[in-house]
């Protein structure tokens, strides 16, 4: 997928999929009025980042310490999204809605320039469930968009490996939806034992992603479980 970033004069969007057509796959018997993310994910990596209460007690102490503040208000800023995400769930929002927080989510916490929910289908394709971008992102990307999943990008080496996966630098990567990219991380979300699709997120900096996003995206997608 390819991925701008955004600027100072277009605020960032999102999107979601035509209720119509989502009662219609729901008739197919795919995903509706549930999202149960049964993420694969490393326990270890998961257990192993520390709240916002855990951390505070040790913040007093080292109020001079400016990479535990930086780490502070990650902690916080991600706590919040997953109350925002469960006061949706809570409300009975439609699940549409829920899917386009958590795009918003996931871009605004890991930060990344693009975000959303992918569907496998098994026609070999990709569709776009729920997206976070900027706008002409959006436009060039619509939610619904359906595209030939091949190559090795970060949607087939999810979908085979049913596990996270990375790409660090979308060089030398073959596939449509590869073209323009940067930088990828994308979990899977594993519905009736199955890899139904995957939550991830880009970057066009040149840089990896931070080394806990697959952590950080799994948390965010699976909080309406």
Request: with cysteine.
């Amino acid at each position: 997928m390819t991925t701008n970033s955004p600027s100072s004069d277009a605020e960032p969007a999102s999107s979601t999929i035509d209720p119509d057509a989502q009662a219609r796959r729901a008739n197919d018997g795919e995903l509706s009025a549930g999202f149960q993310s049964d993420l694969t994910i490393d326990e270890d990596a998961v257990d192993g980042p520390l709240t916002g209460e855990e951390l505070a007690p040790e913040l007093d102490e080292h109020r001079d310490d400016g990479k535990l503040h930086a780490e502070y208000r990650r902690l916080a800023a991600e706590q919040a999204a997953w109350r925002r995400l469960a006061t949706l769930v809570a409300r009975g929002v439609e699940p549409l809605e829920v899917f386009g927080a958590v795009a918003d989510e996931m871009r605004r916490c890991v930060p990344a320039d693009t975000a959303g929910l992918w569907r496998f289908d098994t026609d070999g394709e990709i569709a776009i469930v729920a997206a976070a971008a900027h706008p002409a992102t959006l436009a060039k990307w619509p939610v619904g968009t359906r595209t030939a999943m091949e190559g090795t990008t970060i949607a087939a080496l999810v979908q085979r490996s049913g596990q996270p996966a990375r790409i660090d630098s979308y060089e030398d990567v073959a596939g449509s939806i590869a073209a323009g990219g940067r930088t990828a991380v994308g979990v899977p979300i594993i519905i009736d034992g199955r890899v139904w699709g995957m939550a991830a997120v880009g970057s066009m900096q040149r840089r990896p992603l931070p080394a806990d996003t697959e952590v950080r995206i799994s948390r965010l997608a699976a909080a309406p479980g």
